[in-house]
Each structure stands twice: as C-alpha cells, then as structure tokens.
C-alpha cells in the first residue's frame, strides 16, 4: 500500500523539520509526503528543500484558506491509495505506518484515527496541557476511545488516515475550521464508511506552549462544537455542556455565600475536591508534582477556555437563522 502523508503549514517550519525528521525514521518507507503551505509568512520551503534527498516530498504554497482547504488541496495531489493527515505538531514513533499498515491489511478500515500523547522531552507546561486534553476529569476520557460518547469512532484530523475512496465520495472537507474534521467524519460515517481507532498509532502532541495560547485554543474547540451542530443538530451530546456548566458554576460559587453559608461552602468544597484530584492524577501519572500543579491551571484553563467559546458561539446561534451554515474561510490555525 503507497501512502501519502498530508501536512498542512502555517507559520511553523520548524515544528514541521521535526515532523519530518520522524517520517525519515519510518521502518515502512512506501510512502510520499506532501507539504501545503497555506499562505504562511514564515515559509517552510527551506526546510523542505533539506529533506529531498532523504525523502519522496513535493511543496505547494497556496493562499491562507485554513487547513480544512489545505488538506483538500493536497488530496487532490496526492498519488497514494491512503492519505495520512498530521497537523505540523505532531511527533511520531518509527514504526507508525508499519503499524497503520499492519492494520489496513489485516482488518481494513475505510478511515482511522489514533490518540494522541505527551513526549518525555516535552517541557512541564506541555505536559500539564497534554495530560489536560486526555484526561478522565475534563474531557472525561473520550479522546482516543473506540467509540465517541456511545456511537461510533470519529478521527480527528491531527492524526489521521483516509482512503482515496473516502476523498472522493466525500469531496474532503466541507469547511476549513470550526470543527472540520468533526463533520468530515460524521458525513463519512453517514455515507457507510467504516472507521476505527488504531490505539497504537498514537502521536506525541506538542500542542501550545503558554496558557493564553491554550485558552485562545479552546475558546476555538468550544465554538467549534457549537458549529458541528448548525450541520448535525443530533450531535450537540449533554456531555459537550459540561465545560459550559462548570464555568457557570465556578462563577457562581461566591454569590452563593449570599443565598446560604452552606450552599457556598458545599460549591467550594466541590471545587477544592476537584482541584485534588486533577493534582492527585496528574502527578501519578507524570511523576512530577511540578506538571501536577500545571495540570490544575491547564484543566481550569481549558474548560473556562471551552466553556466561554461554547457560551460566544451557542449565542451566536440562538439569533441567527437556523439554515445558517459558516464557510469555513480561516487565517489562524487553531491547533
């Protein structure tokens, strides 16, 4: 099987250089790789020019579209029978298309996903962020399951694969951001397409480096959940309410001081078990109580991020006509 691995670039050469430091290393090498640069100021042709002999790549500069129209860019120039989509912060482990292979030849999937992890280089912050993102007390676990909140696998496009087959029944992305690869899954799913999660064909996530980033990251995720639903109203779950409501509750909490001294020391108690437990967690799993303690501002950070977007967006919404679907055009990349 001939793979052709996707990378759309904004601004980041050098996060790309190490992306394909990893794809020199792939113990599978029936592959081609092909970079769109969507509009950057920074260009990354340099960079590409430095791995042409160690690897089969082509390089096309387009103007800004957001990476939904990257992506489908590259499909269209692609030659492989299976695309694999990396965000240009991904790191990946050498026998990553080995693995993949493996597992299009033995139990094919028209469409995969893996999850995503922490890099033991990575620096405290990210780690903290990483274990944010992950964890079982704030996404409540859903990212890299077999299934997504009781229905069926939806790979995200920062680590995923795609037949040409599902290119072209589905016409690649119908948007550029706001929760494109989301609707790209779900419409791939409703078109009869078999996916899957692959767990061991995982990445090391980089993600952002700063909290303020992080929370500009999630406002985005949050509004783009509300965005899924102006396409697939049946896919607004309670579950995606739960950062909104612990928003409102932290909010909340002193005025309840008003209303009765026990409401306001039940609210508080609440919050400092949670705070607990993400640090009690975090620091089991990193064995660092450094990343423990991040891992307390990283959780709070990402709902309140997702929260609030969730809240702009879901307004946004309630006032505009219900037939409004957005176009998808983007500048920044959101993750």
């Known amino acids: 099987m001939f793979f052709s691995v996707i990378i759309p670039v904004y601004n ?8 394909l430091g990893c794809l020199v290393r792939q113990t599978y090498q029936n592959f081609e790789v092909v970079i769109v640069e969507d509009g950057s100021r920074i260009k990354a042709d340099e960079v590409v020019k430095s791995f042409q002999k160690s690897l089969t790549i082509s390089y096309f500069y387009k103007e800004n579209g957001g990476q939904g129209f990257a992506r489908n860019y590259g499909f269209e120039r692609a030659k492989g029978d299976y695309f694999v ?7 990946i482990e050498a026998d990553y298309l080995q693995i993949v292979h493996h597992r299009l030849q033995t139990d094919y999937v028209d469409f995969y996903g893996g999850p995503d992890t922490d890099h033991p280089d990575f620096t405290p912050i990210q780690k903290a962020i990483s274990y944010s993102m992950t964890s079982l007390f704030t996404t409540g676990g859903i990212r890299g399951k077999k299934t997504n909140l009781g229905g069926t696998f939806h790979p995200r496009s920062f680590n995923m694969g795609i037949s040409r087959k599902v290119w072209q029944q589905t016409g690649g992305f119908q ?11 779900i419409r791939a799913l409703r078109l009869g397409f078999r ?4 767990p061991e064909a995982f990445i090391y996530h980089k993600r952002r480096t700063d909290f303020g980033a992080f929370f500009r990251q999630l406002q985005f995720f949050g509004r783009a959940r509300i965005n899924i639903a102006r396409f697939y109203p049946d896919e607004l779950k309670a579950v995606h309410w739960f950062p909104f409501l612990f928003t409102l509750g932290c909010v909340s909490v002193p005025s309840l001081w008003f209303v009765h001294p026990w409401l306001f020391g039940a609210g508080a108690g609440f919050l400092l078990l949670y705070i607990l437990l993400i640090f009690g967690d975090a620091t089991a799993q990193s064995k660092s109580l450094k990343v423990g303690f991040l891992s307390i501002g990283a959780a709070f950070v ?16 309630l006032l505009e006509p219900k037939t409004h679907r957005e176009t998808g055009a983007a ?5």
């Open 302 to 317: 990402q709902l309140f991020g997702y929260g609030i977007g969730f809240l702009k967006e879901g307004w946004k919404r």
């Open 195 to 198: 996916s899957a999660l692959i």
């Open 12 to 19: 980041r050469p050098d996060e790309l250089a190490e992306l």
């Open 175 to 185: 948007i550029s951001r706001m929760g494109e690869d989301i609707i790209f899954s």
């Open 85 to 91: 989509i990396f965000d240009s912060d991904a790191l």
């Open 331 to 335: 500048i920044e990349y959101p993750s």
